[in-house]
């Protein structure tokens, strides 16, 4: 299996990453290579439960439509 080495930690990530492992009780190494796979690993997404959560969406909203302008307001007021 391949190594890695990894320089210039800043001191404060690196103390983040070890009170990470203390409290998930792995290592280091074990922590950092959870942290990694979480990140950049492959999600496998299930088609249909994201449909399904995109119809109830839409069910739930469909009383409620906004226009492009209505938005458009939203979101400059939110900027104000």
Known sequence: MPALTVKNIPDDLYTQLKEAAQAHRRS???EILYCVEKTIGTHKIDVT???A??????EKTA???LSDYE???AKREGRA
């Open 28 to 30: 280091l190494n074990s």
């Open 49 to 51: 439960e994201h449909l």
């Open 53 to 58: 959560v995109a119809r109830a969406l839409r």
């Open 63 to 65: 009383a409620h439509p």
């Open 71 to 73: 938005i458009d307001v």
